[in-house]
């Protein structure tokens, strides 16, 4: 994998959201605080400007809320490629010009048709506007979609509607219990219902392959995953090797899922956590113990019941968060891993 190296930043500038979705890992709602003052946003954009950092993508709660994202965009060194996710709702309202030139792509979350979306999202009207303003200015537009319980046999249908609309990159992630998401667990696949999902998944790829729409897929550890979709998709972010994310209070961690204050509080007792208001951000990548050991955990020492899978060379080894939350060890076995 070579030395490591931090090429992108998942930046969390918020927990408030005007929306409240059923399945949000990161609990964000409109009671959530706003954040940062906009000097201490400004001064982990100095941070991110002088490091290795190529890719940075934006997101919350909803970062739109953030009356400074426009500051936040304006001050970033151009060669830094800027993601924006949302759920889309306060566009075009609240987008700037300098936005056309400087945002790469917005990823607006999707779960297909109003009848699907609005279930467990919101506002599928207005996130239908948002899609046909960001398209007549030749925006890039992803999709993340969730997939439920209650979405799960219309996978088709949802892939033909995003493509309908222009979409460029679909990524399928899974209903997780995490954040809002483990008081709905209702809302999760059983084993085989990934399997039916994965095996959907595959025909649409096929069939929709040459319409210059790209997959990507987050958080599938099965068996289904890795011998149905071959070695072109991979399961995992590879975080602490060469990704990282900011949380809304400024800490600096190896994972996304760590933008949960509950996940977080778990860490902060065994590991001392960097924080860019007061720490570097590139010795805290280089040098401190919590991203070491993500990394270590990636590519140095097999969890349990790794050492012998066949699988071990396409993927992270399973997700080293959740493995820590549920066994105290990041050399944990992740029990979302349905492989042996």
Known sequence: MGKPRLLAVVWYITRRCNLKCDYCYTNSNPSQPIGLHKKHLLSIVEQLNNSSVKHLSITGGEPFIRKELKDIISALNPDISINIDTNGVFIPDKWEKIYDDRVNQVCIGIDGPPRLHDVHRAESTKVIEAIRFLQDRDVKIGAPVVITKDNFKHISEIVR????????????????????????????????????????????????????????????????????????????????????????????????????????????????????????????????????????????????????????????????????????????????????
């Open 161 to 340: 509607y995003l493509i309908s609309l222009g979409i460029n990159t679909i990524s399928f992630n899974k209903a997780k219990p995490i954040g809002r998401g483990a008081k709905n667990t209702q809302l999760l696949l059983t084993e085989e219902e990934e399997k039916e999902a994965l095996l959907k998944i595959r025909e649409v790829i096929r069939e929709y392959s040459s319409n210059r729409c790209t997959f990507k897929f987050n958080g599938w550890y099965n068996t289904t995953f890795f011998e149905v979709l071959g070695e072109k998709y991979l399961p995992s972010c590879y975080c602490g090797y060469w990704r990282a994310a900011i949380t809304p209070e400024g800490d600096f961690v190896p994972c996304s899922l760590l933008s949960l204050k509950e996940y977080l509080q778990l860490f902060k007792r065994k590991y001392k956590i960097p924080n860019l208001l007061k720490d570097d951000l590139n010795a805290s990548f280089a040098e401190s113990k919590i991203f070491d050991e993500y990394r270590n955990a990636a590519v140095k020492y097999l969890p349990e019941n790794c050492a012998n899978c066949k699988y071990k060379n396409r993927c992270n080894h399973g997700c080293r968060t959740i493995a820590f939350v549920e066994t105290g060890s990041l050399y944990g076995r992740d029990p979302v891993c349905k492989v042996n």
